[in-house]
């Protein structure tokens, strides 16, 4: 077996079996914790889908949720962007048949900053990513650290400026 957690619609299906079947809510969550593993699924989601297979209603898939869906992926604008970097972000919108303000708000989750003409990922974003890459691999002493030359020596000049205002 893998070690890939199943799918929520697998385990909606798994559920839906174990109801026709005739087990029980709380049977149902054993078995499926005792399969799965304890964080697969909360027994309160199986009382809630048996209440929904008791009514007759036996489909797994997700329902439609309330709100605004998605108008465009974010590899459709990193593809135009990868085309031409200097659009501006009305032109991106309307190239993806979106606001403004819909492309605004993507690009800064991605990390985009526009500088110099052109969109660019922004140094913090790049940074922070170097900084996880950095912690993943373990290298964390300080020498090594970009940053940790200008802040580790503020505690020496403090102690050698006490020792001046001492004597």
Excluded at 14 to 36: E, N, P, Q, S
Excluded at 135 to 141: A, F, L, P, V
Excluded at 149 to 162: G, L, N, Q, S, V
Aim: hydrophobic share 30%; aromatic share 8%.
């Amino acid at each position: 077996m893998s070690d890939d957690p199943p799918s929520k619609h697998h385990l909606r299906e798994v559920m839906c079996f174990l109801y026709r079947a005739g087990k029980k809510a709380a049977a149902a969550h054993r078995m499926i914790v005792d399969t799965y593993g304890e964080d697969s699924l909360s027994e309160r989601t199986v009382r809630k889908w048996y209440v929904r297979f008791r009514s007759g209603n036996f489909r797994t898939d997700d329902l439609q949720r309330p709100g605004v869906e998605k108008k465009f992926e974010d590899e459709t604008l990193m593809e135009l962007l990868e085309h031409d970097a200097c659009q501006t972000q009305q032109q991106l919108a309307n190239a993806l048949s979106v606001t403004q303000q819909a492309v605004s708000l993507r690009l800064e989750k991605l990390g985009f900053i526009y500088q110099q003409g052109k969109w660019v990922r922004s140094d913090h974003t790049t940074r922070k990513r170097k900084l996880s890459a950095r912690n993943s691999t373990g290298s964390d002493s300080p020498s090594q650290h970009p940053i940790a030359d200008e802040h580790d020596t503020a505690p020496r000049k403090m102690k050698h400026r006490r020792k001046e205002y001492d004597d």
